[in-house]
């Protein structure tokens, strides 16, 4: 055989092998696709019998928002359905949906901070590490409270209670970055050494007054559960933001501070959401046309989570831009002791979300017994 002929054999045995993997290749494309085609009706298996939802008045009081006439889900479902039903047009849909994004981004935004922050080696990065981690228990209860608080009355009241203790913790985290970042030497010789405690006690006064606003939620008018609410954290939040708000007080175009721009969108977004949240607007202007989109709280949400981000970007510019400020500021242990007064604050929120859980439950016995 001579060697034009070899050539030709071993080419085409090339060429043979080739196509084989490109074929072996497409058929796997192949089989992928069709699998993410089955996924739809492999939903619709795992839940064959997923109950439609019903109007407000075929649900108890204690469910219905003003204005919200319809896609309220059914009660006594399994934890399957109520799990199932993020994927399920409902007037909670958007609400799930909007902070579990907003939980996604915020892990995807801790993988890119543990690249480039040593949070074990550098105590000073300890205040940041906080918010990240506060911000993600507010979102990620927030969603097991619009997704699981619909099984039943006991249900509505544990999973938002554990919303509200991830919010208190979020108002701490914020306290925590504003203070030993975002501080100024004029600001911070005034509120040394209390600055901190109280943000601390105000996060606690703000979980008790929310729980206080749900316990009072259908036995009281509107306005009182608002007051209860509103009131301790919007005090909170003028504590924990002084900072930031003497620094955008007296910032000159001249400092070249980047993170400014960040304070200032954190301070415009906050203050939308706490609008949306106090006044359902749409919903009063269009009653019964923002039952799956367009509710005020859905708002609240979006902006609330814009806030989150702007103000972890700003603190972690500040980590990085004024680091000879705040060391010369805060001494070496301070940060640790800001880092247990997280834990406590914790705690004791949780004791008080448990502690009005007691007082749901005797009232729901009560309830039960009567009937």
């Not at 955008?248 to 070249?256: N, V």
Request: charged share 15%; hydrophobic share 45%; net charge positive.
């Amino acid at each position: 055989m001579g060697m034009c002929e070899r050539k030709r054999q071993r080419t085409i045995q090339f060429h043979t092998v080739m196509a084989t993997i490109v074929m072996d290749r497409i058929g796997r494309v192949f089989i992928s696709l069709q699998q993410i085609r089955q996924v739809p009706r492999m939903l619709t298996e795992a839940a064959p019998s997923m109950p439609g939802t019903m109007r407000d008045n075929e649900v108890p009081a204690y469910f219905r928002d003003h204005n919200i006439c319809t896609g309220y889900r059914p009660l006594n479902q399994n934890w399957r359905y109520y799990f199932l039903s993020l994927f399920q047009r409902h007037n909670e849909t958007i609400n799930i949906w909007t902070h579990l994004l907003a939980f996604l981004v915020l892990l995807v935004k801790l993988q890119q901070l543990v690249e480039t922050v040593d949070f074990v080696g550098d105590p000073q990065s300890w205040p940041l590490l906080i918010l990240i981690l506060s911000s993600l228990s507010y979102t990620g209860f927030s969603v097991l409270a619009h997704m699981l608080g619909g099984k039943s009355e006991l249900c509505h009241y544990v999973f938002f209670y554990l919303d509200y203790v991830g919010v208190a913790q979020y108002q701490y985290g914020s306290a925590v970055v504003h203070f030993y970042y975002a501080v100024d030497e004029s600001f911070h010789k005034y509120v040394r050494g209390i600055f901190m405690p109280v943000a601390s006690v105000l996060s606690c006064l703000s979980c008790l007054g929310c729980c206080y606003g749900k316990y009072f939620n259908h036995t009281r008018p509107t306005w009182v559960r608002k007051v209860c609410q509103v009131l301790p954290s919007t005090i909170a939040y003028m504590w924990d933001n002084s900072p930031v708000a003497m620094r955008l007080f007296y910032w000159s175009s001249a400092s070249g501070d980047s993170a400014v721009l960040y304070h200032f969108g954190q301070v415009v977004f906050f203050l939308s959401c706490s609008f949306f949240f106090t006044v359902p607007l749409f919903e009063r202007c269009f009653p019964g046309r923002c039952d799956f989109v367009g509710q005020s709280h859905q708002i609240f949400h979006v902006f609330l989570s814009c806030c989150t981000l702007c103000q972890i970007h700003a603190s972690q510019l500040d980590y990085v831009g004024r680091r000879e400020l705040y060391s010369r500021l805060h001494g070496s242990g301070e940060v640790a002791l800001f880092a247990v007064l997280y834990g406590v604050t914790f705690v004791v929120c949780a004791l008080i979300g448990a502690f009005m859980m007691r007082k749901v439950k005797r009232v729901l016995d009560l309830k039960n017994k009567s009937k």
